[in-house]
């Protein structure tokens, strides 16, 4: 009990709680985001899958754990051997082969140093003009209202990268499709619970000074035509050439 003089020392109401810690997670390189887009337009090209039937994973920042440009991401194509114009191989030696074949064709999209638009509108935005695919996983929580930033590559894909890419394609020298484990694969077949495909890349980079980053416009075209991208069709010349072995061998097995 106090007595009269006497003072209560109050503590601060901050005193005795745990300070919230902060982490502060280092943004996406834009070499990274660059050959994300790229690979995720060659992954539907070579497959075949139209742009609706697709569903995308959000991206793994393996770039801070390998401290290196690589990224890692899955998409999935429906059931059993996929929902594109091209069957996913079962056998391992096919898909590899199939990792080749998107490899190529991301080096040259590389090469043809393709145009990538950005615009930045809400996630209603987004959905309204491009439809639920062109979002990932990672937006699952985010508000209709939040702004996010939506790439395009005319007749190539159309996506929400991880963060604003470089202008064109050709600001990377090249990327590669890692194999191993815990690497890129194919899931698909009777067994699978479903057909998916992921892929773990890593990125060759030019001087990061001599290339400009994707300027970012606050209304997106009308006249932006997504009638290619929507087709179940093979749109590469590297998925053309994959289907017609892949027929082949189907000849010659059915002779054996």
Request: hydrophobic share 40%; net charge neutral.
């Amino acid at each position: 009990m106090s007595t009269e003089g006497e003072k209560k020392e109050e503590k601060p109401a901050s005193e005795g709680k745990k300070k919230k810690r902060v982490v502060v997670v280092p943004p996406c390189p834009p070499s990274v985001a660059t050959a994300y887009l790229v690979l995720k337009a060659t992954v539907l090209s070579v497959a075949g899958v139209s742009m609706d039937d697709a569903t995308t994973s959000a991206m793994q920042n393996t770039f801070l754990r390998d401290k290196a440009p690589t990224g890692k991401f899955g998409i999935g194509l429906g059931k059993k051997l996929g929902c594109g114009a091209l069957q996913l191989p079962e056998v391992a030696a096919e898909q590899d082969e199939l990792l080749d074949a998107i490899q190529t064709a991301a080096n040259r999209m590389i090469s043809e140093n393709v145009h990538i638009a950005t615009y930045q509108m809400t996630k209603a935005e987004a959905v309204a003009t491009f439809g639920a695919s062109v979002l990932n996983a990672s937006h699952k929580k985010t508000k209709d209202g939040d702004k996010i930033k939506v790439c395009v590559m005319k007749d190539l894909v159309v996506a929400v990268p991880p963060s604003v890419p470089f202008a064109s394609t050709g600001a990377i020298t090249s990327v590669s499709v890692e194999r191993g484990a815990n690497a890129s694969s194919i899931s698909c077949g009777k067994k699978a619970r479903k057909a998916e495909m992921t892929i773990y890349y890593r990125v060759i980079e030019k001087d990061a000074d001599q290339a400009a980053l994707s300027e970012v416009a606050d209304s997106v075209p009308k006249d932006i035509d997504l009638n290619e991208l929507k087709q179940v069709k093979i749109r590469s010349p590297e998925g053309n050439e994959f289907q017609h072995v892949a027929e082949e061998r189907a000849v010659e097995a059915e002779k054996a």
